[in-house]
């Protein structure tokens, strides 16, 4: 062999082992995310997108909600529940660290859910916390949380991101710079651009596969369709054009992966006021709605029908479709037993999702064949807060309710949807008080069929969850049991 | 020429009172709680009174206004609710990205436009005339956006030649900033362009009809010289109007491109900010967009009476 040959051949065998092993260790993620965060600190807003960046990523809780919903250990490695039912105690994790060197130790969990529940907090769920009677330190890694009185939802509610454990060092800094206990640090933050978070090199659980993982926002479709299609972004776990699906379902180099989230999207009613406080009235307009087509006009076809406000996915779900099936002729026949033959006008207000404005649009189409004619009214989001969800100012109004297990809104003595059950108030107050996973079953199932059967809202469809990502990528979430981007086992296929 | 200089800056300054008080009254009245926003639909009310508190919203409006134009007065542009930084911070680092783009549109669809404007002109009537004004019809016509998502879908989609959006930041290099900057830049340009071109053309006709050219074409000057002594110099009262217009729209009109492109630039800050209610940003960044647009109308307006002495007397 010639020697340049020998050279050229051990210097490409060389080239070639480099470019293989960087193929095999790629460890970079650039994910799309449609909106940004107002701030990076879960403890302190209600945006979905600061979850979507920082939940179990960069934060974690005494537990933490799993892929399938279920409630999973996190820094607490394990817990014990009185017999009352009134005392769990926490083990935490031992050599846990916080991003700045800190040691996590009780003294820190005391803090974060006091700090939550104190008067002056800022904390969107508060909540969360309204069932804690007392948090103390037993020694460096116990905590005992005492209610005041038995909550069956409680350790699901310290999964959530807005539970999670923070630092009396870092907590007035974490919007600009978050620190947490989680297998990602904050990196950098682009204002308008992007979020960027690296690997924790002292993490105290598994490691993750990932060195570094960038969020970018981008909130236009088109912009979105084109930013995975040249590459630039490698997932978006929430893609904002269904428009464009098919599209990415064609092509190999993508995996579409449709899943739910937890968002119930309704023609919310406002209950208190006439013709909408007749049993009635309400049943014609379910009985009007044709849910396959609003999800095939509004949605491209994405979305679950629902009959009832929960999620299919739960393990507790009844299938309440049929309550009200589709049939304009009986609900012609109820208005006018309700004294409307000839219908009335209302109003529609329509915040801006395009599930709301697209929907809405077929939802009074459908109302008008059986004579209630809806005057259509869009609305910015700060508007609908004030006017709808405050001060109750509105007669119909499309909206999805996107926060997990959150059917106890319906006994909210001054919720906007002005509903008022007595014997739905008292399944809720039973399931608050039962741990028995068996038991709250049951008495969520109840809730679902007195709420279904009253015709509350006008219950239109489960929101899915349109996750398209670059086919080698595996490990992101396919349902959103929270609006999280959880990266911990994330990875590209070797 | 200082009389003139001093009666505009009074009006300068007087239409940036007005439209301060107008910003921040609109603002006022459009319904919508940004304490309540924030914190979304499960939010208590105790904990949106205390955010409130923190935000400084519990004050009443006449305090509100005078501590935000007091501190606009002196550089103190106030604090972002939803970032909760301050807003000349936001602003700083929105322009970097805003600036340069809109300099480069200008000066893309500057240099496209009066070359071809003079072309068209010089050729009134013939083909190529005829030809251009019909271009120039379509991009006036076309959408920046539209034609915006075919630049992507080529050159950054099919050929992979640029990012399909995004922007690196400066410290990653100048080629990579202006790599992403250009098909923003082009998209913005050209419909500029078209509008810049037609009256450069018109304009220019408008002047090349006046006794002066006559007489200077009747002395025999050779028709290159007239265009370009005698014509071009008066001709550019109309472009330069344009040219202070467009870069107002340039700066504050970003918004869809910045969108498209989703560059962290200040048309998206001030979307993002209205949509989030954030409303010492939108009145700070509306308020410094009217000054801009003031102030280069009154650079446009000096340029003006450079350009025409008789202007300076009136």
Redesign the interface.
């Known amino acids: 062999m010639k020697p340049s040959l020998k050279t050229f051949l051990a210097g490409a065998a060389f080239a070639l082992a480099l470019t293989t092993s960087a193929l095999a260790a790629r460890t970079d993620l650039t994910l799309g995310v449609a909106l ?1 965060p ?2 990076l600190d879960p403890t302190a ?3 979905a997108a600061i979850d979507e960046i920082v939940y179990a990523n960069i934060f974690e809780g005494l537990t933490r909600i799993g892929p399938d919903g279920s409630v999973r250990p996190a820094l607490a490695e394990s817990w014990t529940l009185s017999d009352d039912g009134l005392t769990y105690t926490f083990r935490l994790h031992d050599g846990v660290k916080f991003h700045d060197g800190t040691t996590l130790d009780a003294g820190d969990v005391v803090f974060s859910l006091d700090r939550a529940r104190a ?9 969360l916390f309204a069932a804690i009677d007392e948090v103390e330190a037993v020694d460096d890694l116990t905590v005992r949380v005492t209610l005041k009185q038995p909550s069956g939802a409680f350790l699901w509610n310290m999964g959530w991101g807005d539970a999670v454990i923070v630092a009396p060092e870092s907590a007035e800094t974490n ?2 710079r978050p620190v947490g206990t989680g297998p990602f640090m904050f990196d950098g933050w ?5 979020v960027t978070i690296v690997k924790n090199p002292d993490y105290w659980g598994d490691p993750v596969a990932l060195d570094k993982a960038t969020f ?5 479709p ?2 979105a369709t ?2 995975l ?4 972004v490698h997932a978006f776990p929430n893609f904002p054009a269904p428009e464009a699906i098919p599209q990415f379902a064609a092509d190999p180099r993508f995996e579409v992966v449709i899943g739910s989230t937890e968002g119930e999207t309704i023609l919310a009613t406002n209950n208190g006021k006439p013709p909408f406080d007749d049993l009635k009235v309400r049943q014609a307009i379910a009985h009007a709605i044709d849910r396959q087509a609003i999800i095939d006009g509004a949605m491209f076809g994405l979305g679950t029908p629902i009959g009832s406000h929960f999620a299919p996915h739960h393990p507790a779900y009844v299938e309440l479709v049929e309550t009200y099936p589709y049939d304009p002729e009986r609900a012609k026949q109820l208005l006018a037993e309700a004294g409307y033959p000839d219908g009335f006008e209302a109003t529609l207000k329509l915040p ?1 999702p395009s599930y709301a404005r697209r929907g809405g649009e077929i939802v009074a189409a459908q109302l008008r064949e059986i004579g209630i004619d809806l005057e259509i009214i869009p609305v ?4 609908w ?3 709808v ?2 001060a109750k100012d509105y007669d119909l109004t499309i909206v999805s ?1 996107t ?1 997990p297990n ?1 059917i106890g ?1 319906y006994a909210r003595e001054d919720y906007y949807f002005d509903y008022h059950n007595k014997a739905f108030g008292e399944v809720m107050a039973e399931l608050d008080a039962t741990a028995d996973t068996d038991a709250r079953y049951a008495l969520m199932r109840k809730a679902q069929e007195i709420i279904a059967q009253d015709a509350v809202n006008g219950f239109l469809f489960q929101l899915a969850k349109h996750g398209i990502w670059d086919a080698r990528v595996e490990g992101l979430w396919a349902n959103a049991p929270v609006q999280a981007n959880d990266l911990t086992e994330v990875r590209w296929k070797e | 020429m200082l009389s003139y200089l001093l009666r505009r800056t009074v009006i300068v300054l007087v239409t940036l009172f007005a439209a301060s008080v107008v910003v921040f009254a609109v603002l006022e009245i ?5 304490a ?9 009310e ?2 949106i009174d ?2 409130r508190r ?1 935000m400084g919203l519990d004050e009443p409006v006449i305090v509100r206004y005078f501590t935000w134009i007091g501190g606009m007065l002196t550089g103190d542009f106030g604090r972002s609710y ?4 301050p807003v000349i911070d ?1 602003v700083r ?2 322009l970097v990205v805003s600036l340069p783009l809109a300099l480069m549109a200008l000066a893309l669809s500057t240099a496209i436009a009066i070359p071809v404007g003079i072309f068209s002109a010089a050729r009134r009537g013939a083909a190529a005339d005829a030809g251009i004004m019909a271009a120039t019809q379509l991009g006036i016509a076309i959408p920046n956006f539209w034609f915006a ?1 075919l630049l ?2 080529l050159f ?2 099919t050929l ?1 030649l640029v ?5 690196p ?1 400066w410290q990653s290099g100048l080629w990579p900033g202006l790599q992403s900057l250009l098909l923003p830049a082009i998209a913005l340009a050209l419909p500029q362009a078209a509008i810049l071109a037609r009256v450069t053309r018109s304009s220019l006709l408008d002047v090349l009809g006046e006794d002066y050219i006559r007489t200077a074409r009747a002395k025999g000057l050779p028709a290159g010289l007239v265009l370009r002594h005698h014509a071009l110099r008066n001709a550019l009262i109309p472009v330069l109007t344009i040219l202070g217009l467009q870069f107002a729209f340039l700066l504050a009109g970003t918004i869809i491109i910045e ?7 200040l048309g ?2 001030v979307f ?1 900010a209205i ?3 954030d409303l010492i940003v939108v009145e700070s960044v509306v308020l410094l967009l009217v000054a801009t647009v003031v102030i280069v109308n009154f650079l446009v307006d000096l340029a003006y009476a450079w350009a025409d002495p008789r202007l300076r007397r009136r």
């Open positions: 940004e107002p701030h807003g209600a945006a008067d002056d907090s800022t904390n969107a769920q508060k909540g919007k600009e682009a204002k308008g651009s992007a970018r926002f981008i909130a236009d088109a912009a084109a930013a299609l040249a590459g630039d801006p910015e989001w700060a508007q807060l004030d006017q969800f405050k309710h926060e959150d809104i | 459009v319904p919508g709680d940004p309540r926003l924030m914190l979304g639909m499960n939010a208590t105790d904990a205390a955010l923190q939803t970032y909760s930084v936001l680092e929105r998502i992507v879908y950054a989609v992979r990012p399909a959006g995004g922007f930041g969108n498209v492109f989703y560059l962290p630039g998206r800050l993002q949509t989030q209610r």
